[in-house]
């Protein structure tokens, strides 16, 4: 429990200054609790992959509602796919590094974020409008940036996933269980 607790005042502190003050890191907080609950992914794993991606956001074109939606995009398609809340921040740790760095590398987008979220590759071209050989062949010479990827990566995942209700099985009811802990 006191690790629990240590956890949560370092997340407070860093959604405070992230976000600027003590209300506004509470509600970005519980927005993060109630995805979590709702998708059945630990909370405490959720908000910090939340917190990376806040903080590499924070100052571009990104942040805010931006960056909800892709967080959410992409916590609902790993959640649809069954994947792990470690597997879940494997992907939303590729996507902070796209922003914190702005060019999209094909090592970040078919490596690190493929590897975790199967298709997500495919999913953003089909955002984005454009074949997946197009997609490669314009990260491959610097010419995507997170501004731009980002959006069309939400696009394609709300596309595939945005209607599916995530499944009720053993490793979401899990997480909701210590997420009850936790909040308790």
Do not use: C
Not at 49 to 61: C, F, I, K, N
Not at 124 to 129: I, L, N, Y
Not at 144 to 155: E, F, G, H, M, R
Request: glycine share 10%; charged share 20%.
């Amino acid at each position: 429990f006191v690790g629990i607790i240590a956890e949560q005042q370092q997340l407070a502190l860093s959604f405070e200054a992230i976000f600027g003050s003590a209300e506004r890191a509470a509600q970005e907080m519980e927005f993060v609790r109630g995805t979590a609950n709702r998708l059945g992914v630990e909370s405490q794993v959720l908000a910090r992959s939340y917190q990376s991606l806040a903080a590499a956001t924070r100052g571009t074109a990104l942040e805010g509602e931006q960056t909800r939606a892709v967080f959410e995009a992409t916590a609902r398609a790993m959640a649809v796919l069954g994947k792990s809340s470690a597997q879940t921040d494997q992907a939303l740790t590729a996507i902070a590094q796209m922003a914190s760095k702005g060019t999209v590398s094909m090592e970040e987008l078919r490596g690190q974020l493929g590897e975790a979220l199967p298709g997500a590759l495919q999913a953003t071209a089909k955002g984005a409008g454009i074949t997946t050989e197009q997609l490669i062949g314009m990260v491959e010479s610097g010419q995507v940036l997170a501004k731009d990827l980002l959006p069309a990566l939400t696009q394609g995942l709300n596309d595939l996933y945005g209607k599916a209700t995530p499944p009720e099985t053993i490793i979401s009811e899990w997480a909701r269980l210590k997420n009850v802990i936790t909040d308790t």
